[in-house]
């Protein structure tokens, strides 16, 4: 069956704008991760929503960082008056069942966001 | 906190090598250990992982064991292929079900032929 997708592949953008990143998840995947992944790094988590609940975004590094899910099903993050530091690739991750069982995450091939 | 330290790349690797990548961590619980993989111009793939102390996760060859007593996740494999070619990733979960993945920062992978 199909994979995590993320739209777009690719994104550049000015410095200032603001930026949508979508995350369509495999189809009855119950947990969503979004994760960031500087260049030469591994992916640092962002946030969690398990169904279209936000249960953990203890990772988003600023408040110019939004993430939502709001019928349990596609999520988009939203990085507003993005800076040169926000350049990364932001991938997408989910799993079919809630927290508290071990489940595999399967990961979508990302979002390259370059801002100039 | 919770941390994963892998050893640094790039590893270069004749085929038919024996490959031994390091993954240390640090965890404050009882984490549960993951190596993925990424092929060139693919995401990330779960290759194996482990729940508890001595627990040894395997697939295509490759195998780790959760050393408790070392907080240790080394990758091994006895053979590779150049189709190992690919960055390798250690992470763990902070506690079993936690899903947070916390992962070191990777190491890249070339296999000659």
């Known amino acids: 069956g199909a994979g995590v997708s993320q739209s777009p592949r690719y994104k550049v953008a000015k410095r200032g704008q603001d930026v949508a990143l979508r995350c369509d998840p495999i189809?009855?995947?119950?947990?969503l991760f979004w994760y960031q992944q500087a260049l030469g790094q591994g992916p640092e988590f962002l946030t969690y929503?398990?169904?279209?609940?936000?249960?953990?975004k203890s990772g988003l590094p600023s408040d110019r960082f939004f993430a939502e899910r709001p019928e349990g099903s596609v999520s988009t993050l939203k990085i507003q008056r993005t800076q040169q530091e926000d350049s990364a690739v932001y991938l997408c991750?989910?799993?079919?069942?809630?927290?508290?069982?071990?489940?595999?995450?399967?990961f979508g091939p990302g979002t390259r966001l370059l801002v100039l | 906190g919770n941390s994963v330290t892998q050893m640094e790349g790039p590893v270069t690797l004749s085929e038919e090598a024996f490959l031994t990548i390091n993954c240390t961590y640090t965890a404050t619980g009882y984490p549960s250990l993951f190596w993925y993989v990424q092929y060139p111009g693919e995401g990330l793939q779960l290759l194996l992982k482990a729940t508890k102390a001595d627990d040894k996760g395997s697939n295509k060859g490759f195998e780790a064991t959760y050393r408790k007593e070392t907080t240790s996740f080394h990758l091994e494999k006895g053979s590779v292929q150049v189709s190992d070619s690919a960055v390798y990733f250690c992470a763990l979960s902070p506690f079993q079900g936690a899903q947070k993945l916390v992962f070191g920062q990777g190491t890249r992978l070339t296999i000659n032929p």
């Open positions: 991750a989910s799993s079919l069942v809630s927290a508290g069982e071990e489940e595999t995450q399967y």
């Open positions: 929503f398990q169904n279209e609940a936000q249960l953990d």
């Open positions: 189809s009855g995947h119950v947990s």
